[in-house]
């Protein structure tokens, strides 16, 4: 079955880089989506993952793959909640991840 | 272009009543999904329509949920009776295309508060 695991909480300087890692296991080719829900803000698309646009994709079922998203610079603005969302299996089952809140600091 | 809208944005009611949610998905976008975050957990899929026909409802948590989209533009999820721990935020998304790789739009979502 589908499963995503994120890190739960981030916390860096403004000016830092992170790396934010989405670990998945799915069947049947699956797609990874980045969004980020800034407060009261609808949840916005930030990259996708497909078979075509990945050198790693495998293709077929995949076990613990490592998705991360990584921003340089940061900023105080960048601090959100960083979800991922698996699309996979056969039946294009959908499965969030609980997000990483990224909080950073002046 | 206007994006997916939800109304109410809150709701708060008692154990027993019945809500309905309203999304309305983006102009011509045939697929349509609602979501759910209770507190503390995350984010769960309810169902999947394409147009009017319920393509994936899977997520739905029990018969107390019924979720309609007549006519295949706007979409209700009516709760009856509420519980407690149907309390969270009901998110809807909207796509061009299923099949899993198109990018899903999604609302800003209905505070439920179920006391």
């Known amino acids: 079955s589908n499963s995503v695991k994120q890190t739960g909480q981030i916390t860096v300087s403004e000016g830092a880089s992170v790396t934010m890692n989405c670990t998945y296991t799915?069947?049947?080719?699956?797609?990874l989506f980045w969004y980020v829900e800034y407060p009261s803000k609808p949840l916005q698309l930030l990259q996708r993952e497909t078979m075509e646009n990945s050198k790693n994709f495998g293709g077929g079922n995949i076990k613990d793959k490592n998705s991360p998203i990584v921003k340089y610079s940061v900023q105080v603005s960048d601090s959100a909640v960083y979800y991922c969302?698996?699309?996979?299996?056969?039946?294009?089952?959908?499965?969030f991840g609980k997000g990483t809140l990224l909080t950073v600091n002046p | 272009e206007a994006g997916v809208t939800q109304f109410p944005s809150h709701s708060v009611i008692e154990k027993g009543q019945t809500v309905t949610l309203r999304c309305d998905p983006i102009?011509?976008?045939?697929?349509l999904y609602w979501y759910r975050r209770v507190m503390g957990k995350e984010i769960k899929f309810l169902l999947h329509f394409v147009k009017e026909s319920k393509q994936d409802e899977s997520g739905m948590p029990n018969n107390r949920f019924l979720a309609e989209r007549t006519g295949g533009t706007y979409s209700t999820l009516k709760v009856q009776p509420a519980e407690l721990e149907d309390s969270g935020v009901y998110f809807c998304?909207?796509?061009?295309?299923?099949?899993?790789?198109?990018?899903?739009?999604f609302g800003p979502g209905t505070r439920l508060t179920v006391l």
């Open positions: 799915s069947t049947g080719y699956p797609t």
């Open positions: 102009s011509g976008h045939d697929n």
């Open positions: 998304a909207s796509s061009q295309s299923a099949g899993g790789i198109a990018e899903q739009f």
């Open positions: 969302l698996l699309c996979g299996g056969s039946n294009y089952k959908l499965t």
